[in-house]
Every structure is written in C-alpha cells, then in structure tokens.
C-alpha cells in the first residue's frame, strides 16, 4: 500500500481486541500506521461489527470517494485490487 | 454350607426360569434412538480421547524422528461412524413410517460421503416427505450442493417442489435458490428485488422462526451493506479515545479492515 501513500486513500480500522491496551500493542508491534475505531468502547451496548453483520475476521470493506461499499469480504488481494481500480485515473 | 450350595443350584436354575416367565419388552423406537445416540457420544469420546494420545505420540515421535525413528500413523480426521450408521438404517427400517425420521435424520449426520448422504436423503424426500420434522433437512437444502453435488441438489429440489405439500421443505428450498442472487447482486437491482419477492411468500408460508430470521437478516445485510449502498455512519473513538467519524474520509477510498490481534 505504500505507493498509494500520494494518492487520495485511506485505511481505517475496527479493532475488536478485548482492550485498547492490548489493540495498542499490536499496533506497535506490528508497525500499523492507520487510525482504529475500538470496536465496542467500554459502556457501548452494540459493537459496531454488529451493525455490520460481520461474522468473520479479519472481513474488508472498500468504499469510494462517495463512501459506498465496493468491495465486502475477506480478500485481501482482491480488495487491493478493487481500491487500485477506483484510484485509477479515468480514461 | 450344604444349604447355601443348595440355594445357589436353585437360583441358577430359576434364575433362566424367571427372565422366561417376564420377558423383557422389546425395545420401542424411542429407546432404541436413545441408544443409538448414546453408542454416538462413546464413539466421539473414544475419538477424542485417540487424538488427545496421538498427540501426545507425536510429540514422542518428533523426538524419536531426529534419530531416525519411524513416524506414527495419522489419524482419522472423524470418528468412523460406519457400523453406527448400518444400526441407524436398521431401526428406520424396523420403526417404519413417522418413527423412522429421527433414526434418518442421525444417519444424515453421520454420513460422511457424497453417496451415504445422498442415500439418506432420497429415503427422506421419497419415504417421508410430509413429516413434520424434517426441519434439519430443510436447514441442509442451503448446502445440499456442497454435501452431495450440485447435480443431485437440482435432483432433490425437483423432487421437493413436485410433492409441493411441506412447507417448510418448500421454505428453505425458496432460500437455497434465492441465496446466491441476494448475496452477489446490488439489493437496488431487480434480479435482486425479483429473487427477494419471489423467496418471501414460500418463506412466509413455511412459518419457520430460523428460516424467516436467517432470510431476514440476510435481506437486511445486503439492503444495508451490499455493492453500492452507502455505508452507515461510524462515529467512535479511537484506540487513545480520541473521537473520529467514518465520513472524516469522504472523498477518499477507504479501506475498513475489521481487525484484531488473537
């Protein structure tokens, strides 16, 4: 992902790690440089994969600059490939 | 001593004489599927307990393999049901009619090939098709192609709609076709809206609490999270507390990774 560091993308995160602590510490870890939404921050009733009907992990969601979903699953080179597809410039 | 010789000739020779007098009641379809049940949970432990030793062996065996031992025998990946199922397929053959459903519906459990499974399910669909409990083989139709093939779930499915009168056969079988639509096609589409019409009356009518709930939700996730919907605001905090929004990157392609670190 490092050759899209100029373009108009973004990563973000939902991390469903029991703690922020420990979340904290993967992302240290493993050198992450993108932003997480803690997926069910302490006194929330529903987590926000439940909103989402996730039901496995790690699942993807790509969206377009107009935030609608492109791309659900749990591929990762075929989400790259979609996010590629939506930052090439049209022709 | 002379009396209790006596006694004990006398009570082994009533003893046969006794169990002649009251014979015992032969075993109704109910207990003999209590059995055979229980039979199934012995087999499973006795599997279990092997994998529990063999990993241990192999942890031996690794050890032994660095100074040119042999290498155990792998095991089974599931218990061998194979006598227990012949015993299964017994009892529905000696309970005949609505008592032979439950020894079926075991027996499709346990099978563990294409052929087995598809043995069972034809008893089903051409021997019991207007039992009230054949819910567990409703809740299969979804996966019939993966459980026998693809040709025999067409097969089945004929067969289903041709006897016309189950409902709940009728339900799920109207979910098993109208999945693969819901799931890859956008829900503003009409192939969508037309597989989503079509399923939810035969749903309706199979009055299934699991069915309804799992078409509903599936429904749901695709009118709410399918290709080209727009995806629902996120606001949250994140992992130091700080306050963000999804719709921060709008006007930016955005790769959401539902992750966590196990």
Redesign the interface.
Known sequence: ?EELKD???????????AT?E??????A??SLN??????K?EGQVRA??E????RG????????????????GHDGAE??KV?KG??EPEK | MKRTTTWLAAAMFLLPLGAQGKPAPAEDAKTRLRNLQAEQKQIISDWQKKARDAAKAAEKAAEVAKKGGKPIPALPMRPDFTELRGKYLDAAKKYPGESAVPFLLQALGIGSTAEEREEVVDLLLDEHADSPRLHELAEALPYLDRMVSAAYAKRAFTKIEKHGKNVVLLGWLAFARSEGTLRSEPATSKAFQDAKAAAAVAIAQAEDKKLQAEFDALVAEQEKFGLGMVAPEISGADLDGVAFKLSDYKGKVVFLDFWGDW
């Not at chain 1, 373009?7 to 790690?17: E, I, T």
């Not at chain 1, 992990?57 to 659900?72: A, C, F, G, N, S």
């Open positions: 992902m373009k108009p993308f973004a990563m973000v995160g939902v991390n469903s790690d922020p420990a979340a904290r510490q993967a992302v870890a493993n993108w932003r997480s939404f803690q997926n921050p926000i994969s909103d989402w009907y996730i992990w790690p699942t993807i969601v790509v969206l377009d600059t107009e935030l609608k979903i492109r791309y659900r989400a790259t996010v939506l930052l």
